[in-house]
């Protein structure tokens, strides 16, 4: 992905996570890495549904502001600990969507296997620990995951995910956000779940490879 193709593509995403209510204020962060040692991302203290190009800044990996005259997000830490975990990761996208957030907040992972599409597109999703925002240990709790999985819950706060190219890493988000909320209404509301058996789950992970998804953990079999 070009710069030009990452600052529109960051612009866009902004815009679909305001509509969706996936942050508020100047919540949430987008970064994409378009280099070897260059990463466009969201500054901080701005509306991601009311950003400008002229707004966004360019990075290194180490943080260093190499374009633009805005404060990088102090959570662009995170994204850049996911880019050094795993080069495979082309983008990361960060939000408090509400459905996700309650889960992190009570501490219930995403794992019950209910939704074909989202063990092959997302997997199982854990919750990292806990973390002061902006502190150095909020890439440190993300790490562990960065490899295995394609996003997380982060405990109190909200959800991180990442992928080969933005859209997707946006994607997953709402990918996320769609199976909260059904584990939310099948579990808590109905209070019936019929889940996926072993083999069921097995067949759909075999799957992914013919998507191209190297990610996503195993979601807990039942039966």
Not at 78 to 96: G, K
Not at 103 to 117: D, K, M, R, T, Y
Request: proline share 6%.
């Amino acid at each position: 992905m070009t710069q030009k193709e990452a600052k529109k593509a960051i612009i866009d995403i902004g815009r679909r996570m305001y509509a969706r209510n996936f942050v508020a204020a100047n919540d949430g962060n987008i970064s994409v890495r378009t280099g070897e040692n260059e990463v466009w991302a969201t500054p901080t203290g701005v509306s991601k549904g009311y950003m400008k190009k002229k707004m966004l800044v360019k990075v290194d990996l180490q943080g260093n502001v190499l374009e633009g005259d805005r404060k990088p997000s102090s959570e662009l830490k995170m994204h850049l600990r996911a880019y050094q975990e795993n080069p495979e990761i082309r983008s990361v996208c960060h939000a408090h969507p509400p459905i996700c957030t309650c889960f992190a907040i009570a501490g219930i992972p995403l794992e019950a296997p209910v939704l074909a599409e989202a063990v092959v597109t997302l997997g199982d999703v854990p919750i990292a620990p806990y973390a002061e925002l902006g502190s150095k240990e909020v890439p440190e709790v993300i790490a562990p995951y960065c490899r295995t999985h394609n996003g997380v819950l982060l405990a109190n706060h909200g959800a991180v995910t990442w992928a080969e190219d933005p859209y997707s890493a946006y994607y997953r988000l709402e990918t996320m956000e769609y199976y909260a909320n059904i584990l939310l209404i099948t579990e808590k509301l109905i209070g019936k779940q019929n889940t996926l058996t072993r083999e069921q789950i097995e067949r759909l992970l075999a799957m992914r490879e013919k998507f191209g998804i190297r990610r996503g953990g195993t979601p807990r079999a039942q039966r």
